[in-house]
């Protein structure tokens, strides 16, 4: 029972690593189109919250 709940938990860190990867990405990309309107505060905000 145990072994097969670590698995599940294992194959769920990996799904979240993967969908944090994405995110971090995405963010990156909306930085780049939005550097001129958010300022660097602003985006250090952001990250802590995200």
Same mark, same amino acid.
């Given at each position: #029972?145990?072994?097969?709940?670590?698995? $599940?938990?294992?194959?769920?860190?990996?799904? #979240?690593?993967?969908?944090?990867?994405?995110? $971090?990405?995405?963010?990156?990309?909306?930085?780049?189109?939005?550097?001129?309107?958010?300022?660097? $505060?602003?985006?250090?905000?952001?990250?802590?919250?995200?």
């Amino acid at each position: #029972m145990v072994a097969e709940e670590s698995v $599940t938990g294992d194959g769920q860190l990996a799904e #979240m690593a993967e969908r944090w990867c994405s995110a $971090t990405v995405e963010i990156g990309n909306r930085v780049r189109e939005s550097s001129d309107v958010y300022d660097n $505060t602003q985006l250090r905000k952001l990250a802590k919250e995200g």
